[in-house]
T-cell receptor, first 114, second 111 residues
Framework: DQQVKQNSPSLSVQEGRISILNCDYT??????FLWYKKYPAEGPTFLIS?????DKNEDGRFTVFLNKSAKHLSLHIVPSQPGDSAVYFC?????????????FGKGTLLTVNP | DAGITQSPRHKVTETGTPVTLRCHQT?????MYWYRQDPGHGLRLIHY???????DKGEVSDGYSVSRSKTEDFLLTLESATSSQTSVYFC??????????FGEGSRLTVL
């Protein structure tokens, strides 16, 4: 049973436009959510996170929105740049007792076209 | 830089042979993890450790064992490698803030 779902395997956007990546979760115990970015032949790198006590967190061009009632979060990248082309993983954890384990989605390949 | 080193970075082996992957951290972080990444599956947790000699299973632990005899080293062993274990393996550490920091990965091919 997949607890974190990224239903779009890929997304293609034009440089300068907004990229919106979506993620759904099923486990009600999850209260901390993260986005990771991964380039080929490299390890995943942490991008941005949000706690369940918030509904928005912003860091430069990256904003994460959380809708707890819908068990849905999204990552907005504005404006998108060619260097943003990568696989983006959504991840979640139960901060109350999970030993910091993260459960990941399958990832979305973002391609930003010049 | 979280100071994680994985070795080997690339390995090709044959079915039935044992394989050990090593993860080394330069700081004394308590929590360490092994994930595998496969197309269509994302990142899946194999095993993790919450201290020296303290380990537990993740969601895809069958066919894998781990050991942690020192804080800085976390070993992943495939006792008898199978083709289904062809994957990219990532070690990660927690620094206690909720985020995990990952190594650069070990690509394993089992023929």
């Amino acid at each position: 049973d997949q607890q974190v779902k990224q239903n779009s395997p890929s997304l293609s956007v034009q440089e300068g436009r907004i990229s919106i990546l979506n993620c759904d979760y099923t486990n009600s115990m999850f209260d901390y959510f993260l986005w990771y970015k991964k380039y080929p032949a490299e390890g995943p790198t942490f991008l941005i996170s949000i706690s369940s006590i918030k509904d928005k967190n912003e860091d430069g061009r990256f904003t994460v929105f959380l809708n707890k009632s819908a068990k849905h979060l999204s990552l907005h990248i504005v404006p998108s740049q060619p260097g943003d082309s990568a696989v983006y993983f959504c991840a979640a954890s139960d901060s109350g007792g999970s030993n910091y384990k993260l459960t990941f989605g399958k990832g979305t390949l973002l391609t930003v076209n010049p | 830089d979280a100071g994680i080193t994985q070795s080997p970075r690339h390995k090709v082996t044959e079915t039935g042979t044992p394989v050990t992957l090593r993860c080394h951290q330069t700081e004394n972080h308590r929590y360490m993890y092994w994930y595998r990444q496969d197309p269509g599956h994302g990142l899946r947790l194999i095993h993790y450790s919450y201290g020296v000699k303290d380990t537990d299973k993740g969601e895809v632990s069958d066919g894998y064992s781990v050991s942690r005899s020192k804080t800085e080293d976390f070993l992943l062993t495939l006792e008898s490698a199978t083709s289904s274990q062809t994957s990219v393996y990532f070690c990660a550490i927690s620094v206690g803030t909720g985020e995990l920091f990952f190594g650069e990965g070990s690509r394993l091919t089992v023929l």
